[in-house]
């Protein structure tokens, strides 16, 4: 499930703040001094209007920013400066690209930004922090047209479209030039936050609440504080180059790619484990480098059942056959979290081997992942869809509600209930009564919301508890 903006993943929480304050006859010059002023400046300093303050960045940052076809190359250089400026993060604008035909929607006559972002995932090189493209073009989803922007939460990339915004860009009139660069350099901004993993902000007037109107964005428009820790949160702490693999391979695992998942969670177990076990002070740097710097673009776009080819031969890293000196960890803190950090890893390599058919091995891994973690709900999860393949359904029930004991989130227990009466055993009723709790709780992934119109348009009746006693309610005198 690709967590566009749009899509939103898992939460971020709220806060109320002040954002603004003019006091009595000071309101005009304050005027004067904080808004007019920067946009009476030449264009190329639009940005000083920020009221963003500096962030700390590691020096492993690098935002690449990619035009798409014919772009202005003041345009892209504005705001690769505003970027700069407002975040502090070191700025490549890479050599123009055409996007692919197969984006463009005709029925919108705009380019489908979802399809962007795929293309732009599937096409960034490994070891890319994060990419941000710039087009000229209109921009929609399925929902929404004249789209200034969209990111991915987790795949590290969005992109701006300065369709809303040429006429201000190429007017006569400086300041109005000056304006338009400025809610551009925001839009950008907005963006890039989003891929730090940054979710629409709920607190009135911040930069980072969904933009619905280029109006809401101002010189005076400010970012909140918590979005403002959250950004220096995550600028200010170094890469961590195995979970960037992980993330990758979520990426393919979510298209279906399962080959090239595999391989991923592969290159980060093998990064993650030789080292913590015999090197408590935390993996070589050199071999992280190795790790990210071998993992291979997917050369097509269909799922691939072959192994990857720089895959590690050997089905198990060295430390999967010492299991108990992982143990010596769980005594400590950080030895704990590697624990935690390698039954996740174990378990996805477990759920990409289950989805290329290759189940005695993903059965290993997954077993491993559970011996690591007993408290890690996927894994007890997919050793249910594992029993349930194998034909033992009782065993498998039994492991489900492990699995659902153990997982703290709701709309995650509905949604697990759901996949393992669709997937694993053939049983509509209670897949039909999971999906209707999963989206009266407001789960929206299109996939499961699709099964559940199915299902109902297969005339399945079900009646919940509750609905059984509202009928009786209305049935007595
Ligand atoms: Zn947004
Ligand atoms: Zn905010």
């Given at each position: 499930m690709p967590d566009y903006e749009a899509r939103g993943s898992g939460a971020l929480a709220t806060s109320p703040w002040v954002l603004w304050c003019f006091r009595g006859t000071m309101a005009l010059s304050c005027f004067l001094m904080t808004i007019a002023a920067p946009w009476l400046r030449a264009p190329s300093t639009a940005h000083l209007a920020s009221s963003i303050p500096p962030f700390d960045v590691t020096p492993d940052k690098t935002l690449l920013l990619l035009p798409l076809g014919q772009l202005q190359e003041r345009d892209v250089d504005f705001i690769a400066r505003a970027i700069e400026a407002r975040t502090g993060v070191h700025v490549e604008i890479l050599p123009p690209r055409a996007l692919p035909a197969g984006v463009f929607d005709f029925p919108s006559s705009s380019y489908d930004a979802n399809a962007v972002l795929d293309w732009l995932f599937l096409t960034r090189q490994p070891g890319e922090w994060r990419t941000l493209a710039l087009t000229r073009d209109a921009l929609s989803t399925y929902d929404t047209d004249h789209l200034y922007g969209l990111a991915n939460l987790r795949e590290g990339v969005a992109v701006v479209s300065l369709h809303g915004f040429l006429d201000g860009l190429r007017d006569a009139d400086p300041m109005r030039r000056a304006a338009a660069q400025d809610q551009i350099g925001r839009i950008a901004f907005h963006e890039l936050v989003h891929t730090l993993g940054v979710e629409h902000?709920?607190?009135?007037?911040?930069?980072?609440?969904?933009?619905?109107?280029?109006?809401?964005?101002?010189?005076?428009?400010r970012t909140c504080e918590r979005c403002i820790h959250a950004i220096q949160d995550t600028l200010s702490t170094p890469r961590t180059p195995w979970l960037e693999v992980i993330a990758r391979g979520d990426g393919f695992y979510r298209r279906g790619l399962y080959g090239q998942a595999l391989g991923a969670y592969r290159r980060a177990s093998a990064a993650m484990a030789p080292t913590e076990a015999d090197r408590p002070a935390g993996p070589s740097h050199a071999a992280l480098s190795d790790a990210i710097s071998s993992d291979a673009l997917p050369s097509h776009a269909a799922p691939s059942d072959a192994p990857p080819s720089d895959a590690s031969p050997s089905d198990a890293p060295p430390s999967d056959r010492r299991p108990d000196s992982d143990r010596r960890f769980d005594s400590d803190a950080s030895g704990r979290r590697s624990v935690v950090d390698r039954a996740e890893v174990e378990n996805r390599i477990g759920a990409a081997l289950f989805s290329l058919d290759r189940v005695a091995e993903a059965e290993r891994h997954v077993r491993r992942a559970i011996a690591l973690d007993p408290a890690l709900s996927a894994a007890h999860f997919n050793m249910a869809l594992i029993l349930a393949y194998a034909g033992e359904e009782a065993e498998a029930l039994h492991t489900l509600d492990r699995s659902l004991d153990l997982e703290p989130d709701r709309l995650t227990r509905h949604e697990l209930t759901a996949r393992f009466h669709l997937a694993?055993?053939?049983d509509p009723g209670n897949a039909l009564l999971a999906l209707r709790r999963y989206r009266d709780a407001g789960g929206d992934d299109p996939d499961l919301l699709g099964a559940l119109i199915a299902l109902q348009s297969a005339n399945f009746i079900v009646f919940e508890p509750s609905e059984v006693e509202i009928i009786e309610g209305h049935l007595r005198p």
């Open positions: 902000c709920p607190a009135k007037g911040c930069l980072m609440s969904g933009i619905t109107d280029k109006s809401q964005i101002h010189p005076g428009t694993a055993i053939d």
